[in-house]
């Protein structure tokens, strides 16, 4: 919060502050400060009935779909949502308790890949 909004937000602050100003310049500050209100007001207002339509629109469609006996599971098929490749791992290790563990050399470097470079190995040791 600026000093300026707690200011105008605090009634004792504020009458410290008016307390130089003539009453025309404070009548003068309630004037702006109501146009900037109803400025404010009307913008709200525009935006909950922006929001209401959009609301209603929603619920036309669900409304639509409904009756002709569509899914949000059928639309959704539709939808080409990006598939992600999956890297094929290029490295592969075995750990003490005979686990494999695979890596494609992308990304963080696992902890047994890295305990093995440590330990004096290179990625070349395990290659697949």
Known sequence: MTDFVKLLTRKNSLRKQCQELTSADIEKAIVDL?????????QEE??????R????????????MQEAGIGLDDLMTLVDAPVKKKVAPKYQITDEDGEVHQWSGRGRTPAVFQAAFAAGKTKEDFLI
């Open 46 to 51: 525009e935006l909950l009935a922006v929001e």
């Open 34 to 42: 109501t146009e900037i209100l109803e400025e404010k007001q009307a």
């Open 53 to 64: 339509e959009r609301a209603e629109k929603i619920e036309a469609i669900k409304q639509s």
